[in-house]
């Protein structure tokens, strides 16, 4: 269990490749990477944004650089306003450990979706900025993830226990620091791992542009106050309960379970911006073209050196995640890549468990958006403009895949993979 936890929660905290040339790493990169204040670290990224154009090392520094500083536009934002991660599987874009704020800024609908649209612009700067590193760069860097944070509590420096290894540890512990310091965690960062933090800069710019493309105004008025109970939302006088009575787990008290409840019945979201959800889909296919170019250039690796995804021909397990991967595994994964493609396509169809003879048109789904219920998506109706005949993946198509993974290892592998 305790590894699937690690696992889950570097897949949602996205630790990514961070790489240079092997020639020569650049001396702004190091300075990216080991600085201990947020203006360190902002004028080492000024400086390899500029230098990116002519240099592939300093533009593949510069993209996780990026990277990471999307994460801290997410995390500082939701500290501002007194964020509590849920720390839940159901919500895994909240369970960030945003450090408690006694003292947070009220909230509103506007300025939460101004929190999503810097997050997701920011994304795509460093997906844009890894996909000018070329093909056949020669990067590698070695980090001990120790090192390498984020600002969580806007307070201008990047402590030791807001590294990237002390993030991972409090998610794999429940939301809870470990005692004593977070262990070494290093890894070989080469050009394959570019492709897999690019693929994941596309997924959750695809989860962004789903959430914007929709007005969610009355799910945010009537339950979140579960996750910013102090922040001055419309119910909070009403269902907030005083703080010595509102419990730290979200499934650990009664109110936020009904708050919980509440949230999943109020998805029932107008389309106000249909390019985004169009969007989403071809980030989501972006992502799949980049999965792919990762494990092309991972399999024609020859080295050995402290992988962070290490190919069948690269024995031993990885240090985070305990797993080894073999040839069965990538040809699996692969499969399934095709399958996502061809779902996200509309070339298959996404079977129903109470409809039969028809499934449903995912590239439909997305560029022919309507308003959005969950609840109705689940039980049927809300899925039926998109029905139609066609090649209707079937059980045996996802349990022959999953087979290759042991089963139920099938999710913890492909939060891993990308």
């Keep these: 269990m305790k590894r699937v936890a690690s696992l889950l929660a570097s897949a949602f905290i996205l630790l990514v490749p961070l790489c240079s040339a092997n020639a020569a790493m650049p001396e702004a990169a190091t300075a990216l990477f080991e600085a201990k204040t947020v203006a360190a670290r902002d004028g080492a990224l000024s400086t390899l944004e500029a230098a990116a154009p002519k240099d592939p090392a300093s533009a593949y520094a510069a993209g996780a650089g990026e990277f990471f500083t999307a994460l801290e536009l997410l995390a500082s934002g939701l500290h501002r306003h007194g964020f509590e991660s849920p720390q839940s599987f159901m919500l895994p874009l909240m369970q960030l450990p945003v450090p408690t704020n006694p003292n947070p800024e009220p909230l509103t609908y506007e300025e939460f979706r101004s929190i999503l649209v810097a997050f997701r612009d920011r994304l795509a700067k460093s997906a844009a900025t890894l996909g000018s590193v070329p093909a056949d760069a020669d990067i590698g860097m070695v980090i001990d993830l120790t090192h390498v944070g984020i600002d969580l509590n806007e307070d201008g420096t990047i402590a030791p226990d807001e590294s990237m290894a002390a993030i991972m540890a409090a998610l794999s512990h429940g939301g809870m620091a470990p005692d004593g310091a977070a262990p070494a965690l290093t890894f070989r960062f080469d050009r394959a791992d570019g ?95 980049l999965s792919r170019e990762d494990w092309k250039a991972i399999r024609a690796e020859t080295d050995n050196d402290r992988e962070w995804l290490p190919g069948p021909q690269q024995k031993g397990e990885n240090q985070l995640t305990g797993l080894e991967v073999g040839e069965e595994q990538v040809q699996a994964w692969l499969a399934t890549l095709t399958m996502a493609e061809d779902l996200l396509e509309g070339r298959a169809l996404l079977p129903h468990f109470r409809i039969t003879g028809k499934g449903i048109n995912m590239k439909r789904f997305f560029d022919e958006p309507k308003p959005f219920d ?28 999953q087979r290759e993974f042991g089963g139920g290892g099938f999710l913890t592998f492909a939060l891993w993979f990308n």
């Design 374 to 401: 969950l609840v109705l998506s689940i039980t049927g109706p809300g899925i039926a403009p998109y029905l139609e005949a066609g090649k209707i993946l079937t059980s045996e198509d996802f349990d022959l895949i």
């Design 195 to 289: 492709y897999w933090l690019q693929g994941y800069a596309e997924f959750l710019m695809a989860q962004a542009d789903f959430w914007l493309a929709h007005d969610f105004r009355g799910t945010f008025d009537g339950s979140f106050h579960m996750l910013f109970p102090r922040a001055k939302l419309p119910l909070q006088d009403i269902l907030v309960p005083p703080p010595s009575e509102m419990g730290g787990n979200m499934f650990s008290s009664e109110w936020r379970i009904a708050d919980f409840i509440s949230m999943v019945h109020m998805i029932n979201w107008p389309v106000i911006e249909p390019e985004r959800r169009k969007a989403a889909r071809q980030e989501l296919l972006e992502m799949i073209r």
